[in-house]
């Protein structure tokens, strides 16, 4: 059972570009996660979704970032118009379920600078 | 406002040593916490979890406690190997559902 993937690993976008980062859950889980880490800074919660829908996006800006989880194929983070301040490690996580002490499984991150 | 809060940020033991790390957490309601592993480029792996019931847990060499009344958990590691060189995260869950509050970490090195 491979684990969470995230693609690509490393990103490089200009100011004013679009980035979008790819992360499919583990095979059998529903509910997909989006952290972001910035340097010397722990993950912060982004977006939770559910297949097609939205769960929870309080932690995601309201502009220029976007998220999606279609019925077939990954999930999407979307930049628009990127800016410096853009540049961290954005981590996916999925899981089965989660109520009780349900598991968060982590993909590898997808690193993104802008220049 | 919900905090976790970690200690030491960092710690250098040598190769055998035992440390142990500490986190406090202001989260309210709490549902459980959550140590992860984070090596250097790698996504988090999870060690343990443990409700406000469970007063201690382990995973190999790894035991994490937790005292909800004083809203404080620890992770023991015994024998350190040079493989647990990692970032470790403390994470508490606020209510059953999503949202995960992540601490800093403790960037743990050990040396031969």
């Known amino acids: 059972n491979a684990g969470v993937m995230q693609n690509p690993r490393h990103l490089v976008r200009r100011r004013g570009q679009e980035a979008r980062l790819r992360c499919s859950p583990m095979?059998?889980?529903?509910?997909v996660y989006w952290y972001r880490q910035l340097p010397e800074e722990g993950l912060k919660f982004m977006v939770y979704?559910?297949?097609?829908?939205?769960?929870?996006e309080s932690g995601m800006p309201k502009e220029r970032f976007s998220a999606e989880f279609p019925k077939e194929g990954p999930s999407i983070l979307r930049i628009q118009q990127v800016v410096r301040g853009d540049s961290a490690a954005y981590f996916c996580?999925?899981?089965?379920?989660?109520?009780?002490?349900?598991?968060?499984?982590f993909g590898p991150g997808t690193r993104l600078t802008v220049t | 406002k919900n905090q976790v809060e970690q200690s030491p940020q960092s710690l250098i033991i040598l190769e055998g040593k035992n440390c142990t790390l500490q986190?406090?957490?202001?989260?309210?309601?709490?549902?459980?916490l959550r140590w992860y592993k984070q090596d250097t480029g790698r996504g988090p792996v999870s060690l343990t979890i443990?409700?406000?019931?469970?007063n201690t847990k382990s995973n190999g060499r790894y035991t994490a406690t937790l005292d909800a009344d004083t809203k404080q958990s620890s992770l023991h590691i015994t024998a350190s190997q040079l493989s647990d060189s990692a970032s470790y995260i403390c994470?508490?869950?606020?209510?059953?559902?999503?949202?995960?509050?992540f601490g800093k970490g403790t960037t743990l090195s050990v040396s031969s």
């Open positions: 994470v508490v869950s606020g209510q059953a559902g999503t949202a995960l509050i």
């Open positions: 986190c406090n957490y202001t989260v309210s309601p709490f549902s459980n």
């Open positions: 443990m409700t406000f019931s469970e």
């Open positions: 996580a999925s899981s089965r379920e989660t109520q009780g002490n349900y598991e968060q499984y």
């Open positions: 979704l559910q297949k097609e829908n939205i769960i929870d």
């Open positions: 095979k059998g889980h529903s509910h």
